[in-house]
């Protein structure tokens, strides 16, 4: 059972695979993601309108969203939410420093289904288990969906400034 005041706690963060049904009936999997093929990821970023970028990423062209990619997942611990054989999410470790920064991206179609949730839970449970210690992340202050799903997993914010929070959280 996991302890409600330690929103951290064992069973909150699993490890890839993970298998669930997203709030649309969908059947979606994250899968830890290593040395596959970048292209779903490509596709699914390709998708992404302006509306669903923030600070400059995902980038727009499928050369800048390759080159941007690679980097990601050559260096950092990546999960992939799958429906069907499709891309649908994306969220990364990328170390820095002492510790690695967070990033998450659900494609536009599959917003709003809990599939963000599941995605960073996982990804957190895979840094845990890949012995990480801290992550931290930035966020815009009018992004309050965002906000508010990091705060659930634990993340606190840290510092503020009038565009951006920043916010830890020790695994």
Do not use: C
């Not at 302890?3 to 490890?15: F, I, K, N, S, V």
């Not at 990601?72 to 990546?78: M, Q, R």
């Not at 990033?103 to 536009?108: G, K, L, R, T, Y």
């Not at 845990?128 to 931290?136: A, F, G, M, Q, Y």
């Amino acid at each position: 059972m996991t302890d409600a005041a330690d929103p951290g706690a064992e069973t909150e963060l699993p490890r890839p695979p993970k298998t669930f049904t997203d709030e649309k009936g969908r059947s979606v999997t994250v899968e830890a993601y290593e040395d596959g093929d970048d292209e779903p990821l490509v596709e699914m970023y390709a998708a992404f309108g302006s509306e669903s970028r923030s600070q400059g990423v995902p980038p727009r062209t499928k050369p800048e969203i390759r080159t941007w990619l690679s980097n990601l997942t050559e260096n950092g611990l990546n999960v992939v939410a799958w429906h069907d054989d499709r891309a649908v999410g994306h969220a990364v470790l990328v170390p820095y420093e002492d510790t690695s920064e967070l990033a998450i991206f659900v494609h536009p179609d599959y917003q709003r289904a809990g599939i963000g949730s599941q995605l960073i839970r996982v990804l957190l449970g895979y840094g845990r288990d890949s012995d990480l210690e801290s992550v931290w992340l930035t966020v815009s202050r009018s992004n309050k969906i965002a906000r508010e799903l990091y705060e659930s997993v634990g993340f606190e914010t840290v510092t503020r400034d009038r565009v951006e929070l920043e916010m830890e959280l020790a695994l």
